[in-house]
């Protein structure tokens, strides 16, 4: 798996896309490749939220997702 960096955190690019196989992630030719996916997990790994969109403007909000992370940290 690829590293590179946007500013300080890292991006994991799935070059040889084994997680994107692992997690049965969508590729649609109309709506231009791959479906956006988004999971949180917690501190222990565990798969605490996850997101699949229709289409490439298919993601949720920044406040919605942060309302979930302030959730697991309690």
């Known amino acids: 798996m690829e590293k590179k ?3 300080k955190y890292p991006i994991f690019y799935d070059s040889n896309k084994k997680v994107t196989k692992m997690l049965n992630q969508e590729w649609k030719l ?3 490749g791959r479906m956006p996916a988004l999971l ?3 501190t222990e790994n565990i ?3 996850a ?3 229709e289409s490439m403007k298919d993601i949720p909000e920044n406040d919605q997702l ?3 992370i302030k959730k ?3």
């Open 5 to 7: 960096y946007a500013r």
């Open 47 to 49: 798969v605490r939220y």
């Open 30 to 32: 109309l709506k231009l």
């Open 51 to 53: 997101y699949y969109g």
């Open 66 to 68: 942060f309302e979930i």
């Open 40 to 42: 949180i997990l917690d």
């Open 72 to 74: 697991l940290k309690n």
